[in-house]
């Protein structure tokens, strides 16, 4: 009798171990899903970042940022980019023309849709503006948590916003 009951036990014990197992696994998905619901945006556009509205996805963006190019990378976005600042030495895009943000006539040569850089001085900006084509200006993530708004910047730029 004592045989079965411990029996009884360990099965009692495996199955609830297995039920919180999934219980526990079935959370981790919810998070992590969540997680990229926040950075892979939905795909309405416009969206409007930073008092700047992207009408629609870009398909020939150029990069003024070594950093938001890293970033872009992540969000594997690269297929949307035309040219690439003259610093970003990444291997996904050693193939990208590059430019600098001062180089009006470079960046003009690859017929951008989009510019976006990290920060602009006030006569690089005006200079960029005479191109006519929106410049969103993201700045560097400040610490661990704010790099949650910089990348859902990025994504929605390159993704759209969502409901």
Do not use: H
Not at 36 to 57: D, F, L, W
Request: proline share 4%; hydrophobic share 45%; glycine share 6%.
């Amino acid at each position: 009798m004592k045989i079965q009951a411990k029996n009884i036990y360990k099965k009692i014990s495996i199955l609830l171990t297995s039920l919180i197992l999934v219980t526990v696994l079935t959370g981790c998905k919810d998070i992590v899903k969540n997680m990229n619901t926040k950075m892979q945006a939905e795909g309405e556009y416009p969206v409007m970042i930073n008092g700047v509205e992207v009408k629609s996805a870009p398909q020939k963006a150029v990069v003024l940022s070594a950093s938001l190019t890293d970033v872009i990378i992540e969000l594997r976005q690269t297929a949307q980019l035309a040219g690439v600042i003259q610093d970003a030495t990444q291997s996904d895009v050693e193939n990208l023309p590059k430019v600098t943000a001062d180089d009006i006539e470079g960046i003009k040569a690859l017929q951008p849709d989009l510019l976006l850089a990290s920060s602009l001085s006030d006569e690089t900006r005006t200079a960029l503006q005479a191109l006519n084509v929106p410049i969103v200006e993201i700045a560097p993530a400040t610490g661990r948590e704010d790099y949650e708004r910089l990348f859902g910047q990025v994504s929605s730029v390159f993704a759209g916003g969502g409901s």
